[in-house]
């Protein structure tokens, strides 16, 4: 499928009205320093006493640290390198993974990153080519790497968003044109240009890289490595690139491999991730087992159709896809999902997707950041949003919070006004931090409970600081959605 990528991009949100509603079952709080919150200094569960007199246990507070942190996993959780549990939202940004990269005539641009973060998203994954990366046998084109993705890491940096590095394959190799013309991408050409450029080439090349044969199938030596040999030293060069890189959330480790790929290839390529680079996540498109640590189980469009909305569909796959989250204890990252804009029931599919993933503090991306034909796209050829997408997919969310917590949410969008509510139930004390997109504004915050709950803003509006106390409370807090 087509996909351009634009620069700046532009957008309108209606005037609206997004509302919070937040229930938790906590023990406290206390403030120290948070910039413009005070917090605790640091985790406490030491006593305290309150102006009624009660006593009371203070939370244990987000820690705050400029910069992006280094991740890593937590039982089902992302966590930070200071323990913050991390929520991820944002999208696909394409363009890296075609050969030539497309990014010649439709670059990415700073200002795709400023749009992105505007939006109160903190993740980009970015797809990148093996095809790109090793354009002939055993030699690497880092000018690929510095050029274009160093660019976008700084962008990233820049607006505190995360990236996802993903080994991407689109019909698996420019080779095979027959699947999907100049948007077919994945393996090098020099590695499968023997097989036919049809259905039964791309199987046999299947069946012999994942056997463990050379390019086109050719027998593997000392001199001849198997392609698979060639795919985990390319993902060694990656990581000894960005080891150390803390805008790095992860590594995932090949884009939509086939439900028959063996768990030895994800083992094998994580091994080689790590001789390397022991700190970044892999991602792992398999539902399992996965006996691994820090890995994220990343599967991709929980729904049946791109073209028609199902709820059944959609509950379901979210269902089985937690399933297989608790069932392994790794956290999820669904690192594509989306509906075409001119498909039925598109809108209750993003209010229904974004709902279920809140629920289960599923992080997520949206397939994808680009402009064109493709209605997938967030953006038309001519850089304006496609505001289906755009204005259900853009609103609040709960990117850090300090504990677990259940949560329940429903949006609604009519004649141009937005209602969001989400009802949030946390075991203990807690502090939430919410992100906001530009163009919405908080109008109230209401709280009622013995120890009301505290909640501060940035000076800019962009982020909220909630910090619960004792005994069950409720807090609302009403936003509004203007023109921008």
Known sequence: MPIVLSGWKTRKTSIGVVVIVLLAAVTALTFGTYGFFTLPSGPSSTSASNRTGLSTVLPRTLVRYSGLSLLRTNGMQIVDQYGNIVVLRGVDLTGYEYVPPTL???????????????????VVRLPISWENLEPRPGQYNDSYLQNLVDHDIEWAK???????????QVCWS???????GSYSAGVPRWAVSSYP??????????????????????????SNP????????????????YANETAIAAYDLLNEP????????????????RAIDQHHICLWETDGPIEVPNVIYSPHYPQDSLTSYNATSLKVGVRQIVDFSRKWDVPVFIGEWGMQADSPGVVQYIQDGLSLFDSYSISSAWWDYASGDFTMDLFYGNGSARQILVQNLVRPFISELTSSITQTSTFTLSNGSITYSQMLNSTGPSQIQVSIPTGYSIANIHTSSAFPVRSQSTPDGRTLLLTFPSAASTVTVEYTSRPS
Do not use: K
């Not at 820049?158 to 991407?168: Q, R, S």
């Not at 985990?232 to 990581?239: D, S």
């Open 258 to 273: 086939p439900s028959t790929t063996p768990l030895s290839f994800y083992r094998n390529a994580t091994e080689a991730v």
């Open 197 to 222: 450029n049809n259905d039964a080439g791309e199987d046999a090349f299947l069946q012999d890289f994942f056997s463990g044969l050379g390019p086109n199938g050719t027998i593997p030596s000392a």
């Open 226 to 241: 198997s392609m698979l040999t060639r795919f985990f030293a390319v993902w060694r060069h990656v990581a000894s690139r």
């Open 104 to 122: 010649s005539v439709y670059p990415h641009h700073s200002s795709d990153y400023a749009t992105i973060a505007s939006w109160g998203f903190n």
């Open 174 to 180: 420019s080779h095979f044109e027959f699947c999907n």
């Open 158 to 168: 820049e607006y505190g968003v995360y990236i996802v590095l993903d080994m991407h």
